[in-house]
């Protein structure tokens, strides 16, 4: 096979590879959101800042409906596990994309101040927080590529 051939098959591997990579990276931001549920606090993250506590009146109202030891913004969808299976990611040939269609990641996300519910990032903490491992599996595999 002449330079031309190979440079066909490594087109052919490049996408095959790309796909795979962006799915193992998926697969750690994926993990690192669904690993945000359920806790009440979790710490600043690049841009994204620490969960704020739970107000008195919101640990009191969650106390008087029987939520008992956890007493989480979101213990309903934490215990159900609602939130973290609406989490999910998607891949196509132009990225890997990792979300939710739930209204409830959305206010967690993004927080609201009609409700005085402050942020609580998942996604972008999640993304953050994998960041350097995602740049690894990417990297790894353009390296292999081109040993190739």
Known sequence: MGFAGHLADLSIAVEHEKIEALTRAAVVVETAAKGLIGHDENPAVGPYPAWAPLAPDTIKEKTALGYVGRIS???TEYRTG???QSIHKSINAAGAVVGSASEVALVQ????PAHNLPPRSIFGAAGFKSSQKVAEIIGATVVDIFKR
């Open 109 to 112: 996300e993004e927080g609201d």
């Open 73 to 75: 913004a979101y213990d």
């Open 82 to 84: 609602e939130l973290e």
